[in-house]
């Protein structure tokens, strides 16, 4: 198990017991653009498959921001469902939480890791991500249906 405080007090951990997934399921489903339809199920198994990291507030432990990590913990992995609640915006979390995710991820021996954004280039630009530099080489299956 994984755990960082920040200088704040603020606290990231991977104890899958401490992620507050009604918490996860309300931010994704209400507040994202990718996981507006996903039910509680589907939350509850993507976590469980996962690496969870959540961050606490230092004042009464509340989760604040989560990320999700799909990896086989050697080779590979995929950074996905950051979310920061928005009343903790503005303090940096966002960069803290994606950062201390790489560095986990890279204490596995992992070289390669992905992540896909809409909105948040700037946030993981800080930590190091750049746009692919060989888009060619990169294929992918969406059996969603609709546009993109």
């Known amino acids: 198990m994984f755990t960082l405080t920040r200088e704040d007090g603020y606290l990231v951990s991977t104890d899958p017991e401490r992620l507050d997934l009604d918490r996860v399921h309300h931010w994704l489903t ?76 890279t204490e596995f021996g992992i070289h390669k890791i992905l992540l896909d954004t809409d909105n948040a280039h700037g946030v993981y630009a800080k930590i190091g991500f750049v746009p692919l530099q060989q888009p060619d080489r990169w294929m992918q299956l969406d059996q969603r249906g609709g546009p993109g």
């Open 30 to 105: 209400t507040d994202t653009y990718w996981a507006r339809e996903w039910d509680r199920a589907t939350v509850q198994r993507a976590f469980a498959t996962s690496i969870g990291f959540g961050v606490y507030r230092p004042v009464d432990g509340c989760q604040v921001a989560v990320a999700r990590a799909v990896t086989d913990r050697a080779t590979f992995a995929w950074i996905c469902d950051v979310y920061v609640d928005r009343a903790e915006r503005g303090h940096g979390l966002g960069t803290w939480l994606s950062g201390a995710v790489r560095d986990q991820l």
